[in-house]
T-cell receptor, first 114, second 111 residues
Framework: NAGVMQNPRHLVRRRGQEARLRCSPMKGHSHVYWYRQLPEEGLKFMVYLQKENIIDESGMPKERFSAEFPKEGPSILRIQQVVRGDSAAYFC????????????FGPGTRLTVT | GENVEQHPSTLSVQEGDSAVIKCTYSDSASNYFPWYKQELGKRPQLIIDIRSNVGEKKDQRIAVTLNKTAKHFSLHITETQPEDSAVYFCAEKRSNYQLIWGAGTKLIIKP
């Protein structure tokens, strides 16, 4: 039973380019959460999705950032026109259902904007 | 406040001694409190969690206590070992399903 998969593990983008981060939840999990972690800091909630639905995007910047979790395929976090401040580790987590259940984390994608 | 307050930010203990990390939350409706361990460059991993209907939970050398009245919860690690060195995060799960994280505690185990 594979864990949460994220790719790429490392992504380098120049300012103004687009970044696409992918997350495949654990088998049987239909809830996905995206977090951002800056160096030496905790994780900041960005967005919570179920299949084909955004449940809560209150932690996501209103501009340049978007997320989706289609019926088929991985969840995608998309950052348009990246800026240096977007450099961070982006983790996704999945859980089997909503409520107070453990979230299983992927290995993260480390985005560097040059 | 909006966030979970976590103290201390850095904790250095002698190998074999105990370590205690404390968190304070603000949303009285929160009812799930996990603790995660994150080693350098790796993903956070759940080490223990507690739900609001219990006051204490123990798993070998790790225990968590919860005081709902004071809105405090704490992580206790006994007989610390070098492999316990990591950053530890507390979190609260709010009623809207957001997981709100503390800023982390860097635990250093001195040999």
């Amino acid at each position: 039973n594979a864990g949460v998969m994220q790719n790429p593990r490392h992504l380098v983008r120049r300012r103004g380019q687009e970044a696409r981060l992918r997350c495949s939840p654990m088998k049987g999990h239909s809830h996905v959460y995206w977090y951002r972690q800056l160096p030496e800091e905790g994780l900041k909630f960005m967005v919570y999705l179920q299949k084909e639905n955004i449940i809560d995007e209150s932690g996501m910047p209103k501009e340049r950032f978007s997320a989706e979790f289609p019926k088929e395929g991985p969840s995608i976090l998309r950052i348009q026109q990246v800026v240096r401040g977007d450099s961070a580790a982006y983790f996704c987590a999945s859980s089997p259902r909503k409520g107070n259940y453990e979230q299983y984390f992927g290995p993260g994608t480390r985005l560097t904007v040059t | 406040g909006e966030n979970v307050e976590q103290h201390p930010s850095t904790l250095s203990v002698q190998e074999g001694d105990s370590a205690v990390i404390k968190c304070t939350y603000s949303d009285s409706a929160s009812n799930y409190f996990p603790w995660y361990k994150q080693e350098l460059g790796k993903r956070p991993q759940l080490i223990i969690d507690i739900r609001s209907n219990v006051g204490e939970k123990k798993d070998q050398r790790i225990a968590v206590t919860l005081n709902k009245t004071a809105k405090h919860f704490s992580l206790h690690i006994t007989e610390t070992q070098p492999e316990d060195s990591a950053v530890y995060f507390c979190a609260e799960k709010r009623s809207n399903y957001q997981l709100i994280w503390g800023a982390g505690t860097k635990l250093i185990i001195k040999p």
